[in-house]
């Protein structure tokens, strides 16, 4: 690490972030009222950037005004590097490592997704209590299962999303960038409700250093559907406004301090 990137991971940590929120492909958003302190390129961090489209590969240090006037800052992590992209285990985990160690002890992760299960339809956000982990080579018979948050948590930040489509639920990580095919879909639907290219590392990253964890996988398509990323992408943005606008009662209700 090179004496710039400390500085800058220094100037982080002098922040004082409450929490980090990492956003997925085109859910990059700002909560209303929000003030941008600081934006800083990945690049000045020593963070590895992602040349997928949908992922701004910056930093953001806002400042977000709550009802008891105080606010809060949240570092947001706009965009993630992907492991098709040839990144290491440890590229990947370094993001959410570094702003834990900056203070961010609270990560809440957010990410674009294919429905496994005709009950879970595009527009719908599950929080997920659970990551099923295909990205990693397999150490057993079984696909690795990473708690992110207790199923009561998950309902809590749930509830906190209604009137949206919401529910509680399982998501499953594989290695991509392919989308699934049908008979693949069938085969994953017995893991989990959603499927995606991202976020166990993060997941993995955030138990390792002590940090609460929540993960919002927000339903862009059905997986195994004709489609592109650019129509990910397209539908995403979409649902990136309902994402800002229930950011922060999310982040309450999974951590009620905050409130």
Known sequence: MGLGTAAVLRRVAAWRPDAAV?????????????????????????????????????????????????????????????????WSRVELERPVRDLVSAGAGRVLLTNSCGALRPEVAPGAIVACAEVVDLQAPPVAAVPARMP????????????????????????????????????????????????????APEVRAARVAGAGCCLLALVVNRAAEVGSHEDVLAFAGRLATSLSAGLLGALQARWPELA
């Open 22 to 86: 990492v956003f997925g492909s085109g859910l990059e958003s700002l909560p209303a009222g929000a003030t941008v302190d600081d934006d800083l390129a990945y690049g000045e961090l020593g963070w590895p950037s992602t040349a997928v489209p949908g992922h701004g590969n910056r930093l953001r240090l806002i400042r977000v005004p709550t009802a008891g006037g105080a606010g809060l800052r949240l570092a947001l992590a706009c965009g993630r590097p992907h492991g098709y992209e040839g």
């Open 148 to 199: 992110v948050c207790t199923a009561e948590e998950a309902a809590a930040v749930a509830a906190s999303l209604a009137p949206a489509p919401v529910r509680v639920g399982a998501y499953v990580a594989v290695a991509g960038p392919q989308f699934e095919t049908p008979a693949e879909v069938e085969w994953l639907a017995g893991y989990g409700d959603v499927v995606g290219m991202s976020a």
